[in-house]
């Protein structure tokens, strides 16, 4: 299992040491997960979708699953809406993080949590 220094240490890997703010990113989350092996979640994030400002990178964080970046996309202004729906696996409950970029170098972050009663990503 991944240690919460991994997940940051994901977060530097990635973004560097700029500065990363609270806020423009919603991560939805259900309360309680059945099962980790498939979990609902949708990111989206406070944007025009311009050429001017948009969002270039959407990083979803786990500090529990062995590998913690669970996701990383790249969007444009082509892509419209700065929205993602997808499902993950999740190794037990947990706080997820996103972390977006947006085209002026800024970083915004996100975080829910979601209880999970069956966990997923077991490596035995």
């Not at 025009?48 to 970046?69: F, G, L, Q, W, Y």
């Not at 892509?79 to 999740?90: H, P």
Request: proline content about 7%.
């Amino acid at each position: 299992m991944a240690e919460p220094e991994d997940a940051e240490d994901a977060v530097r890997k990635l973004f560097g040491n700029r500065p990363i703010r609270e806020g423009k990113v919603t991560l939805k989350l259900p309360p309680i997960a059945e099962n980790g092996n498939s979990v609902q979640l949708t990111v989206s994030i406070e944007s025009p979708m311009t050429e001017k400002d948009h969002v270039r990178r959407i990083a979803i964080i786990s500090p529990r699953n062995p590998i913690p970046e669970i996701a990383i996309f790249s969007l444009s202004p082509a892509s419209g809406r700065a929205e993602i729906s997808t499902r993950v696996r999740l190794a037990g409950t947990q706080s997820l993080r996103v972390v977006a970029e947006m085209s002026d170098g800024s970083l915004w972050s996100g975080k829910a949590s979601t209880y999970v009663t069956l966990a997923a990503c077991i490596i035995g």
